[in-house]
Each structure stands twice: as structure tokens, then as C-alpha cells.
């Protein structure tokens, strides 16, 4: 917002002699409306340095963005005065009152104004300074009389203004109460609510539709009744209200506890807690009505340790199959009697007696019609019920106690105020009986090593002599493993008349492909032709099948067979092998890698009768098959019928570029110096040798072989 500066406006006229009616001086009007001047200045003051502030400031940290969201007390919301009916706070068009944003626009309209005029006065009176001059006193006094009247017309309505906004107040309640603490109003409208502001300031609520959804249940049964929730405070019970949250305290101690508890028939001291220890598990049946107290189940080791629980019952026949409980959670037949076994409680090994002494609350009885001995607990009746008892969902008659039949066990554990349930912890024989309870859980890895649970409560690897005993390989002893597995070309069949199993080498076969193929573990041992027109590829396997799979490989079509090492490498070359018609390839693997097992020698030689020319091309062609000529050149040979009388070279060049050289020095034999290997794909290179450009003049009858394989 632009400030009205009127600090430098000043009255300057020419001293005139007074007309003989006794006018007033030019310097009595200039006195006067300065003065009045200095009153407007004034009141662009108290505008641009308290009003423009003041509505800057609100503008800035009430609505930090006049573009978004309101953010708290913004006056586009709040009344200005409902009880002044001037313009500033009513509406005449629409008989409503206006909002504080709303009278501030008018007041700033009024401001605009103002300063328009003032803007007009001031050329108004710049123009009077040009007039002063040539105009007679009677034309400067009316003007100044109308500019005098203008400023007081202007400084009553600024007056007005000020007043007006001084008076302003907003006041906020809450139901109908002044509401000291708050300092923003921002209603908005959830779903199915509507907000409608009335003409006094007010904010009616109302719902668009009905509530759906409520349902009100007593004891979870519908109560269609029920209206409204009115929480009553019973005996031992209080309740607490903050923030719209009910808190609910049981302020007396209960002594009403859950039931009667007994360990073998002798009561234990009630606690407000029935506490389940590890493996019993109490989880809530909302859709039964009760508490699901159960046993976990035995895991057994798979690789990464079991778990502790209860283990699964035998099948039929399994104690006359002589079946053990194996670490991997199976009841497994073991062909050994010779076990042993230890007294343990909890992991703790027990000292061996010859009598196994039953305590106080047990009964052992001779049951000689079952030829056994019974041993049971005697409890003393109670009537205080203790709850709904069900096995597996199923209801059962109530009785006065709720009784912990072995291996589950109640201990009093008066430091966490609970009756502790368990299970007790399988104990093995040690020479006089074990203790029936959960068995202990396997460690990580006794699966693996096929162990068993002893009777002295220990998980042992079983020694069996029915079975192979020792594995060697070519006389290296090997692991032992429950498994005997024979790989290809080996395999196992089931000889029933025979009642063995016959083990047999699967070798030799021929497969022919008309199309290209990948490699199979049960290509082993056979012969794999390709009989095709057109170029097919044979794709090794990037993991070999094992360390003794071999094929032989065979090209009977005139298309090129590409044998592709699929990220492998073929005697050490990463680049795939071909195979032209007629070619063949035996192929091994030591498990990672291929090699070939029969050599594949490709020899070119140039032979030159007499004494060589200047600049002589001794050969050039194009190696029918991919041929490699391997670096520093093996088994390649260079001679001559006549020795040199100097030194004579030989370039060879792949496609015109040298790749190796033959020097003849002063002698009959040449040396070969090449760097890396030469490739050629066996259609496009171009194999040259070239004389030198001087010839040797003795140097003749030479021959040169350049040594290489198939690839």
C-alpha cells in the first residue's frame, strides 16, 4: 500500500497590494491553508504509520496466505459490529451486517478515496501556485475557501473512521458463554453435517441424515432399548472423565479369585493371575466365549533347531515296529536294541535309584488283570467353581476344582502374584526309568545328521550295520549320508525277484536334431548330431550336470553347428565353439568349465621353389573352419632348401594387418614372433604371407606351416 506524502507541500503566491474593500492579505490565506495542510498530513500519518501497520499485520500473521486454506481467526468470518447500522458495518442492500474483512474493504475504499482526493488537491494547489501569480485575491480566496471545505469534509470522515475501528470488538463464546481462552473460530463441515451462520453471527449444526451404524449390545446380545451409553460406577469402581476419554479403576482389591488351584491334589495359594508358562499357551475364543488353553505341538529340527511341545501320537504299529521319535518330528524304525538310557529334569541329569518312589497325594496301586502297576493322585473336593471347561470346543461337566494331570504342573508364584502352569520336561532313563514330559527340542542341524531320540532323553545319531557302512571314492573315504544316490550315467533299479537293486551304466545312444537344441543332463554318454541346412546352435548348460557328464558332439548338415559355452569356457577360450559338416567334438566338464577330449590340429603351408621375388605375396586365402593360431606359434615351422645370406622377414597378416613374422637370419630355419592369438571365423578373414620387399638373394626353396586347431 502506497503512502500519501504531503510533508513538502507548501503555499507560494506574489504580495499583491489589497483591493480598497480591506481583502485580507495573500499571506493570511497562505498561513491558513497551511495549517490546514499540516492537519492532512497529519492524518496520513496515523494512516501510514498505525492503520496500513495495523491491517499489514493482521494480513501477515493471521493469513500468512491470503491465497489458502484459512489458518485460525481470519474476518471473513467475524462481525465487525452488529449493533452499528452506518456503512462501515451494515449492508443497506442486503440488511446484514459486515463481516470484518468486509468493513475493512470499505474503510480501505475510503482510503483510496481520500487519497485520490488528496492526490487532486495536490495538483489542485500546485496548479493555485501557478495562478498566484496572475489571478486577483478575490479568484485564491474562493479556491481556498472550496479547498478549505473539501479538508474538513475529509478530516470529519477520517475522524469517523477512526473511531469506528477503535470501537470495533469481537467476542467468541461457547455455548452462549464468553470463551476467555479462545482465540480462532474455524467451523468445518464433516460428512452429512451442514453449517448455516444466521444473520445475529450464530452457527447452527445440523446432520443431513440420520446415524446408521450404531448398534448397542448388552453382554453381546442387541439391546433395542438401549438409546445412549451411561456408564455407572459399581462397587470397587471408579471412573474418571478427561477430554472426551473415560478411564476405569478397580479402586478395591478383588478377592473373588478365579477359581480353586491344585498341584497333584494339594491346593496352591490363590493369585489374582493364572499365569501359563511356555509350552501352555491361553488364547481368547471371542466366537466360543472362553479361553482356549492349549499344549504347543513338537517341532522337529529341519535344519534350524525345533521346538519344545508336545509330540504326535504313534501310529498303530509303530511300538511293534520298534519305531523311536526321530529329531526331525517322525516316528522312525530304528534296527538297533542296544539302547541305554539317563535321568534328566529340565536338562539336568538325576541320580539313578533302583526304586522309583512315588510322593505324598500319589496312590500306586497292582493292577495284575492289566498286568500293571497304577499310579494315580487323590484330590480333596471343593465347590468353588472355577469356570466353563471344554476340550477342543467341546463343553465338559464342571467340577469344584481344576486339576493339572502330569506332565502340565501349578506352581505358586507369589513374587508376580500367579499360579504358574507348565509342562514338565521329558526326563530319559538313566538305569531306572525316565519321567514322561515334553521332549527336549533338537539342536539346528540334528536332521541332518539323522539323529534320534535316546532314551536317556539325548539326541544321538543312530548306528545301524544293516546299511552300506563305509562309502569310498577310488579308496578315499567319504561322508556317510542316508541316502546312496546314483548319478548319470549310473542307475538304480528295483530287482524284486532278485530282491536287490541293480546298479547299471546308462552309456552310448544317438540323438539327432534338425533344429537348434540346449543341452540335458541326460545327454551324457551319447552321441548328438545335428542335421540341419541352416545354421543351429547347441547350448551347453551353464551349471554342468555333475563332473562326469560327457557327450560327443557331430555336425552331418551343411549348416553351421555353434556349440555356445552360455557363460562357461571351452578349454579355456570364453568364445563358443563351431563345428562345420563332417566335424565332430568330444566334450568333458570338471563340474564348472568344458574341455575337449580329441585334438582338432589345422595346418596351413606355403612353399616357394627357387629364390623368392621383391615384395612377394607367398599366400592368401580364407580358412575354411574358425581356426585359432595360437600366440608364439607352437609346432609352426619355418625352412628353406638354401640358407639366407641376410636377414629375410615374413609378415603374416589377418585381413592386412600383421599379426606374426618369419625371419630368416643367415640361416636355413625361421623364427616365429607373434604376441597374442589369431582368430578367424573361417568365412571372412583373410589369411596373407607376405615376402619381403627385397628378396634374399640365396634364401630359396623356403616353405613356412602355420599351426592352429579348430575352435
Known sequence: MANLNLSTVELVSTLRAAPQNGSPSSQDYNDSWAEALADLASLAGFIDDILIPMLNGLDATIMPNPQGTPNGLEGRYIFSDTSDLTAVFFD???????????????????????????????VSVTALQTQLSSTNQNDIAQALQNFAAQLQSLQALVNSLAQSVSSATITLETNSTVNALQSKL??????????????????????????????????????????????VAGTGITLGYSSGQVTITNSTADADFYQTVQQAGSPKNQRSNLNFLSPVTATDNSGNNSTDIAVSVFVGDSGFGGVIGLVPAPASGDAAANKFLKADGTWTAIVDTDFYQTVQRNALSVTQRGNLNFSTDFTVTDNSGNNSTDVGITFPTDTDFYQTVQQAGSSKPQESRLNFLSPITATDNSGNTSTDVAVSVFIGDSGSGGVIGLVPAPAAGDAAA?????????????TDTDYYQTVQSRGSAQTQRPTLNFLNPLSAADNSG?????VSVALGGVTVYTSSQNAAAGDSGKLIQF?????????????????????????????ILTVARNTTTIDGQSRDMKLWQGDSV??????????????????IGAFNAGVGTNSQILLLMVPDRQTIFPANAPNSTASAGTASSGTATFTLKKNGTSFCTVSFTSSATGTFTQASDAIF????DVLEIDGPATADTTLSDFSIVLQGYRF
Do not use: C, M
Open 92 to 122: 443497506q442492500l442486503s440488511s446484514e451486517p459486515l463481516t470484518i474483512a468486509e468493513s475493512l474493504r470499505v474503510l480501505n475504499g475510503i482510503v483510496q478515496t481520500v487519497d485520490t482526493t488528496v492526490q487532486s488537491l495536490t
Open 186 to 231: 474455524n467451523l468445518i463441515a464433516g460428512p452429512n453435517v451442514t453449517l448455516t451462520s444466521d444473520s445475529n453471527g450464530g452457527v447452527t449444526i445440523q446432520a443431513t441424515s440420520a446415524i446408521t451404524g450404531l448398534i448397542l449390545k448388552t453382554n453381546h446380545i442387541l439391546n433395542s432399548d438401549q438409546t445412549h451409553l451411561d456408564l
Open 450 to 462: 539323522n539323529k534320534f531320540l535316546n532314551a536317556d532323553g539325548n539326541w544321538t545319531v543312530v
Open 498 to 502: 532278485n530282491t536287490s537293486t541293480d
Open 531 to 559: 542335421n540341419s541346412s541352416s545354421a543351429v546352435t547347441y547350448t551347453l548348460l551353464a551349471t554342468p550336470a555333475s563332473s562326469v557328464w560327457w557327450v560327443l558332439v557331430k555336425n552331418i548338415g551343411t549348416g
Open 586 to 603: 568330444l566334450i568333458f566338464t570338471d563340474g564348472t568349465n568344458y574341455q575337449t577330449g580329441s585334438p582338432r590340429v589345422a595346418g
Open 681 to 684: 571365423n573361417g568365412t571372412t
